[in-house]
């Protein structure tokens, strides 16, 4: 007949067994991703069709330019933030794995050599029936805890989607560190534009002052033509640091972002001026509702309401009994030569129990805090939906209206130019006072760095709409179970990685 102690084990084998079968066991809420009911349309505007997924997720390509292709690429090689990122995912990762390991058996290799000796001046002791002894002993401890309740299945839940949401927050990185650098190209760009523009009018400016000098020598124009025209010419100069500094600042940021210091970058700015701004290709615009497929950081919000949802699980099952198998099988001999036999047999098992039948209300507590968590990241993931739909819609107004405005002023523009050439040819006839060629004059400088203002304007809203939408990465990256290698290495991390 089986010990006794064989029954009670086979027993509790038994109820570990019945107790993993229903899926009943797993304690806490079950996920559902929150339903959100979303606006149906952008406010009044009019707008096209939905672009595909291959312009999102490359959608600088559309603006048809190779020096911005360039800082795209060397941004996704360069830039700090996106490494760090990239690294997060790698620690997520390692945390995973981490709860994943917990579903396992433990098991631990020991060995240990005791030299001992017995003291002869004690009240038991026997004189001189003392000696040195020891004892070699090797073998293994193992345990088992068994995940009835579903703690442990919660914790490797809460950590997949864990590492969701920090592939998500580098996909956000991403697309805020490819729209930033299109932006700060736009912004150098436009900087070179206005400066040209300046460098136009201080030209004229200075063949008006040549005028006005020569017509003065002569006696046909009065001293303060002269005066005036030089007035006209500082102030236009005078304008030209500041738009150098503007430059000068782009540049740097530019730097910064693709990962290098100020000093040691240099980008070719020449004919920045003279060329046209980049075009504005297929303008995305989807429904609200796309937004919640597309946006890095609201896809991070869900997965971290995801993961906090099943962190009250993990608390709960510390309400309830945890079981363990444990076991020991060592070889323990008095001489090395006998830890071999199988006489040297030392073990021991059984089952194990701990519940923590009264700890003051503190493991209640904390599933009550957890919940409490669980409800803030509702709160934030629903947060995250209204400031993004905002961004969209103010993104997609500016970028409409800010095209109008381009328009407007491209006309004006055109209309200033033809003044400044008329007055000019009425003052050279002495048809007009030169108060009407400085007015021209001015009028026409800024009406040209608006329009210069303008054009960036545009393009930068678009980027800002693109970037709104949540454009900038790679659906089809396997980002979550990919490698995670050397950032810093060109061949490892790519523009949609």
Request: aromatic share 8%; glycine share 6%.
């Amino acid at each position: 007949m089986r010990p006794k102690s064989h029954k009670i084990f086979r027993r509790f084998l038994v109820l570990i067994v019945c107790g993993l079968w229903p899926a009943g066991c797993t304690v806490g809420p079950d996920y559902q991703e929150p339903a959100l009911t979303l606006p149906e349309g952008w406010s009044d505007l009019e707008l096209p069709q939905v672009p595909s997924e291959d312009v999102l997720k490359n959608w600088w390509a559309t603006l048809q330019d190779p020096v911005l292709d360039d800082l795209i690429e060397q941004a996704s090689l360069g830039n700090p933030d996106l490494a760090e990122s990239i690294y997060r995912i790698e620690e997520s990762r390692a945390l995973r794995d981490y709860a994943a390991g917990r579903n396992y058996p433990g098991v631990d290799l020991t060995g240990s050599y005791t030299r001992s000796r017995e003291s002869e001046h004690t009240a038991f002791s026997i004189p001189g029936t003392s000696s040195d002894q020891g004892l070699y002993s090797t073998g293994f401890d193992a345990g088992w805890e068994i995940d009835l309740f579903g703690g442990i299945r919660r914790s490797v839940e809460s950590a997949q989607a864990a590492l969701e949401a920090s592939v998500e927050n580098s996909r956000a990185v991403q697309v805020s560190l490819y729209a930033e650098v299109a932006a700060t190209y736009i912004e150098l760009r436009t900087a070179r534009l206005r400066v040209q523009y300046a460098l136009d009018n201080i030209q004229a400016q200075r063949e008006t002052l040549d005028l006005t000098q020569n017509r003065y020598d002569v006696g046909i124009a009065p001293e303060l033509d002269v005066a005036q025209a030089r007035q006209n010419l500082a102030d236009t100069e005078a304008d030209l640091p500041l738009l150098y500094l503007a430059e000068k600042e782009a540049i740097s940021r530019l730097a910064v972002l693709l990962g290098h210091y100020p000093q040691e970058f240099h980008l070719a700015t020449e004919g920045f001026g003279s060329s046209p701004m980049p075009t504005v290709g297929e303008l995305p615009a989807g429904l609200p509702a796309d937004l919640l497929r597309r946006r890095p950081d609201i896809r991070q919000a869900e997965r971290l309401l995801a993961a906090q949802t099943a962190r009250i699980g993990v608390a709960a099952a510390e309400l309830y009994p945890s079981f363990t198998l444990s076991g020991s099988f060592h070889l323990e001999a008095e001489h090395f030569s006998d830890l071999g036999r199988w006489a040297s047999k030392s073990y021991g098992y059984g089952p194990g129990l701990r519940w923590n039948l009264f700890e003051g209300g503190r493991l209640r507590s904390l599933v009550r805090a957890e919940e409490a968590r669980t409800r803030q990241a509702l709160v934030h993931y629903e947060r995250t939906v209204l400031w993004a739909v905002e961004e969209a819609e103010v993104a997609l107004a500016a970028y409409l209206q800010e095209t109008a405005r381009q328009e407007a002023l491209l006309r004006s523009v055109k209309a200033s130019e033809e003044s400044v050439r008329l007055v000019q040819s009425l003052y050279r006839s002495g048809l007009t006072d030169f108060q009407n060629v400085l007015d021209a004059q001015r009028t026409l400088f800024r009406l040209q760095d608006r329009l210069a203002s303008s054009e960036g304007a545009v393009v930068v809203n678009l980027i800002r709409l693109y970037k709104a939408l949540g454009g900038g990465w790679d659906p089809d990256a396997d980002v979550l179970n990919g490698p995670i290698t050397d950032p810093n290495e060109p061949e490892t991390i790519h523009s949609n990685s």
